[in-house]
């Protein structure tokens, strides 16, 4: 029936699916009840102050973490039954998360390129190095590069193999302006290309307003609300998500 096949391609659009999951350490909740799905091709930006559980979440959809209860599939896969097969089609970029300084660029790419089993790997250095603007960097030891060299770098492992699922964590951090927005676009244009899905979490509200589809505001370990970011802005009566962000924050909900 028509609302048969409308139930087998939502499943097949959803990527991510998290049902009911909880994160205990120890007697601190960190993640509560919470309960999303993310579709092909779109961005969610997961908001919150500092120990919302936005990087417990993350970590826990890459299986980094095991949940304590609940359900995570990613790419229609328990991502704990699954995770060797499933990281070969996901990744992350963050300024935080450092790559080995001792190591080259070059080193580095090559490292994680195989890592991942990525094909023609020299070609895709190459491609990623000149589209990043990386290239006069592959000699050069990580460790000497400048914040925002390194972030270029970090983007360019976290593409190495196009993956399906990419993790954001506050990608231009360390970035001017200019670079920034460079960084946002090439980014949206690999996602138009390649139909990967992007989670974002940022304390950049017009970052999040320009990349995310849709957003989840996160607040001690729960999900405070969640929608596009057009509908939060109109739902608070706000001229910005900024504006909403604050207004949750301050009334020490998230």
């Not at 499943?11 to 579709?39: H, M, P, R």
């Not at 970590?59 to 980094?64: P, S, V």
């Not at 976290?158 to 920034?180: C, G, M, Y």
Request: hydrophobic fraction near 40%; charge should be positive; charged fraction near 25%.
């Amino acid at each position: 029936t028509l609302r048969d096949i409308k139930k087998i391609n939502n499943i097949l659009d959803t990527v991510i699916s998290v049902k009911n999951v909880y994160k205990n350490f120890g007697e601190i909740e960190a993640i509560s009840g919470i309960t999303f799905s993310v579709k092909k091709s779109s961005t969610l930006g997961l908001l919150g102050s500092n120990g919302a559980g936005k990087t417990t979440m993350i970590m826990m959809l890459m299986g980094i973490l095991k949940s304590s209860s609940g359900e995570i599939n990613i790419l229609n896969q328990d991502i704990y039954k699954y995770r060797n097969h499933i990281s070969k089609e996901i990744n992350f970029a963050s300024p935080f998360v450092e790559l080995p300084h001792k190591l080259t660029v070059l080193q580095n790419l090559i490292v994680f390129g195989h890592i991942y089993g990525v094909i023609n790997l020299s070609k895709k250095i190459e491609k990623l190095s000149i589209d990043l603007g990386i290239k006069d960097l592959l000699k050069r030891r990580v460790g000497k590069l400048s914040a925002g060299q390194k972030t270029r770098v970090s983007i360019a492992k976290a593409l190495i193999n196009e993956p399906k699922i990419l993790f954001l964590d506050e990608p231009t951090a360390s970035l001017d302006p200019d670079h920034a927005d460079w960084i946002r676009t090439y980014l949206e244009e690999f996602q138009k290309k390649n139909g990967s899905t992007f989670i974002l979490a940022s304390h950049n509200m017009s970052e999040v307003e320009r990349m995310c589809d849709n957003v989840i505001m996160m607040g001690k370990g729960k999900v405070i609300d969640s929608g596009s970011p057009e509908d939060l802005i109109n739902r608070y009566q706000k001229n910005d998500l900024e504006e909403v962000f604050l207004q949750l924050a301050r009334n020490k909900r998230v």
